[in-house]
């Protein structure tokens, strides 16, 4: 149980253009979806928060109208990329936080590479 | 200060030895404590959750609390080189979200 996943798994596209990114909790429902970002050799950098239903809660210093966040479902959020520039590329994660069926942890999804070229 | 600090660098360890890894968070109001393991290109993977003060044991796996000082250490015993990895210690402070330390890794040789 408590499989989250992502998709896709790897991306390159072009700078100036948008990208999609899903990720799914697979056998729980999740309340809260977390996007995390994380650059090669460092940690993890919280993006943003988001709850179903509800606007993102992003952290000092990311901009809202580049990362687009949708938490549209309690088993699907949505990141999108716009205008995407080469210092964009990155490893993101998405990550879900779930009841009391999952004991309230929070489990990642696989990621998804971004290669902005 | 940081929330959730790891400060050790790389940690090598032979093959069947003990890896111990340290972390010291800020917020003394902190009720959840986390082990992520990630390989290289990969995603954290949850290994450990402890709550309360003490020891937690799980397989080959000991994570230990202690809220009054405000550390929480991981023991892997019987290292194995599919232990290499790095180790993230999360911690979740009173806003509810987790705060990662930078991670610590470890090496096992064969």
């Known amino acids: 149980g408590a499989v989250v996943s992502q998709h896709p798994s790897w991306v390159i596209c072009k700078s100036g253009t948008s990208v999609k990114i899903e990720c799914r909790s697979l056998d729980f429902q999740a309340t809260t979806m977390f996007w995390y970002r994380q650059f090669p050799k460092q940690s993890l950098m919280l993006m943003a928060t988001s709850n179903e239903g509800s606007k993102a809660t992003y952290e000092q210093g990311v901009e809202k109208d580049k990362f687009l966040i949708n938490h549209a479902s309690l088993t699907l959020s949505t990141l999108t990329v716009t205008s995407a520039h080469p210092e964009d590329s990155s490893f993101y994660i998405c990550?879900?936080?779930?009841?009391?069926?999952?004991?309230?942890?929070?489990?990642f999804g696989p990621g998804t590479r971004l290669t902005v070229t | 200060q940081k929330e959730v600090e790891q400060n050790s660098g790389p940690l090598s360890v032979p093959e069947g030895a003990i890896a111990s890894l340290n972390c010291t968070y800020s917020d003394r109001g902190s009720q959840s404590f986390f082990w992520y393991r990630q390989y290289s290109g990969k995603s954290p993977e949850l290994i450990m959750s402890?709550?309360?003060?003490g020891d937690k044991e799980d397989g080959r796996f000991t994570a230990q609390l202690n809220k009054a000082s405000q550390y929480v250490s991981l023991l892997i015993r019987d290292s194995q080189p599919s232990d290499s990895a790095t180790y993230l210690c999360?911690?979740?402070?009173?806003?509810?979200?987790?705060?990662f330390g930078k991670g610590n890794q470890v090496v096992v040789i064969p």
């Open positions: 990550s879900a936080r779930g009841g009391a069926e999952v004991s309230y942890e929070q489990y």
């Open positions: 999360a911690v979740k402070p009173g806003n509810n979200r987790l705060a």
């Open positions: 402890i709550y309360s003060n």
